[in-house]
């Protein structure tokens, strides 16, 4: 049975040891970071000839010819089409869910007019192509498919390109059919760093995007970091993380299982409880320890459970919400009996999860709200994907002359103070026709 680390805020060392517990260094050592270059220079150089060469080497996939990668709409729609009637209707009830929350995250265009007639305003746009890429190795994720195509389409994005990887030539049904509901334009059996070049330089085949949104190995997280100025991305995650807070009145087993939900994603996911009652972690340990056997991936939750798992014995709540704002949680639940009373309390958090009843799973799938979320603490200073993830603001301008006089007037001063003569003279010249 797994040992899960203890902490008590009354301890000395407490913040210190809570720093070094939840930190994490995402970042690829310098052999992963070297063949990565490699690949995406070769990718840049040679384009599909590379791409056919690193998809045989790691995939393991041996296509005649770079157009063999793209899995045509009608071999798409089939997987769709051949889904038994219950995945299929999930499948359909959770992108309508998100394809209706993202449609309220919307940003609009907007102008206003000044009293002397000098109009500003802004203009939003979409992007005009995004890349998705899908994991395709220790499990699939349809549902991140519909998590990131989803909210670009809505967003307007003409043409949503999907990579994923085939290993040995085997296609997953259930991601190829959430691609067909999402919506995705063209799929690719790509993956890799290699996948991530194509789409960020292009090939003949591969058409070059604008963003790359979509989680990944430590490989295509490199890449992410090393084509970023090239194309946009969405954000270099880390490990998935939940933080429970709990007043000692939900059901052991519940919380139990909550954290076994983030801690089966892989070894180096973090599951956190904190609780000012320390009877109740008892409880929840005993479920641990009752349940664990029966879980099909037990040996990836025992190892998360053993490697970062953390108990936080808090005075109180107001205490819990200090450990929540430092740590800033990807999923945060609130396991208490008025948690919208507690909510002014919480700064950072990438998403919320109230009350009893509200397992942070359902917001994996099918509550609406993204699952794509800041870790790593970064939901200090940054948002889970959405619909503005995939607009651009553009800034407008249109004075009248007497906007122009005015204003002219102003950046003159401003533009000689920064020794900037031709930026004073060019708004000086306007002047002279007022």
Known sequence: MPTMQRL???????????????AWEGVADEAITATVREILAQVRRRGDAALLEYTQRFDRLDAGQAADLEIPVDRRRQALAMLPAEQRAALETAAARIRTYAERQKLESWSVAEADGTVLGQRVTPLDRVGLYVPGGKAAYPSSVLMNAIPAKVAGVPEVVMVAPAPGGELNELVLAAATVAGVDRVFTLGGAQAVAALAYGTAT??????????????????????????????????????????????????????????????DAQPILVSADVAFME???????????????RAVIEASLTRRAVLIQVRDLAEAAEVVNFIAPEHLELSLERPEEWLPAIRHAGAIFMGRYTAEALGDYCAGPNHVLPTSRTARFSSPLGVYDFQKRTSLIHCSPAGAAMLGRTASILARGEGLTAHARSAELRLERT
Not at 8 to 22: G, I, K, S, V
Not at 220 to 230: E, I, N, P, S, T
């Open 206 to 267: 591969v058409p070059r995007v604008d963003k790359i949104v979509g989680p990944g190995n430590i490989y295509v997280a490199a890449a992410k970091r090393q084509v970023f100025g090239v194309v946009g991305i969405d954000m270099i995650a880390g490990p998935s993380e939940i933080l429970v807070v709990c007043d000692g009145l939900t059901d052991p087993d519940w919380i139990a299982m909550d954290l076994f939900s983030q801690a089966e994603h892989d070894e």
């Open 283 to 297: 409880r929840v340990v005993a479920s641990v320890e009752r349940l664990l056997p029966e879980m099909e991936r």
């Open 8 to 22: 008590n805020t009354t301890e000395a060392d407490f913040w210190p040891r809570l720093e070094a517990l939840t």
